[in-house]
């Protein structure tokens, strides 16, 4: 007997401005909840951090006007899996030692995510991160 993998995908351009990044993060969390990972979940939770900072890092260090940035969420397999693209190539991102109030972006996408990477396309970049998820995460 097969079993079958559920699979579900969402994506999105978003205007490259603050008010684009938080509707990203707000309908990150709602898919996530219609998916049935409740809104006050752990992955949830985990997911919508990664995509706010993924957002706000696509319009403050990857804007270029007149260019939205785009957003793509999938489920496969159990793993959730969020992208952000930009057309800026030139600003590739990298964990740094924070300072002062910024700095830290990077840092709770590491902590939170299994595992993240950058990867190049034209134009621009794509930053991705997996969270992978099993019943002791969804508690």
């Known amino acids: 007997?097969?079993?079958e993998i559920s699979t579900h995908e969402f994506a999105m351009r978003f205007t490259s401005t603050p008010r684009g990044a938080r509707l990203a993060r707000r309908l990150v969390s709602h898919r996530l909840d219609e998916w049935g990972h409740p809104y006050d979940g752990p992955v949830n939770e985990a997911v919508t951090l990664i995509a706010a900072e993924l957002a706000a890092n696509a319009v403050r260090h990857g804007h270029v006007p007149g260019r939205d940035f785009?957003?793509?969420?999938?489920?496969?397999?159990?793993?959730?899996?969020?992208?952000?693209?930009?057309?800026?190539?030139?600003?590739?991102?990298?964990?740094?030692?924070p300072q002062d109030e910024s700095g830290r972006g990077l840092l709770?996408?590491?902590?939170?995510?299994?595992?993240?990477?950058?990867?190049?396309?034209?134009?621009?970049?794509?930053?991705?991160?997996e969270v992978h998820v099993s019943p002791a995460t969804e508690r």
């Not at 709770?108 to 991160?129: I, Y």
Request: aromatic share 4%.
């Open 1 to 3: 007997m097969k079993s």
């Open 70 to 97: 785009r957003l793509q969420l999938t489920e496969s397999a159990g793993t959730l899996r969020l992208e952000v693209s930009d057309t800026r190539t030139e600003r590739l991102p990298e964990v740094r030692v």
């Open 108 to 129: 709770l996408v590491e902590a939170l995510s299994d595992k993240w990477g950058v990867t190049t396309r034209q134009p621009g970049k794509s930053v991705w991160a």
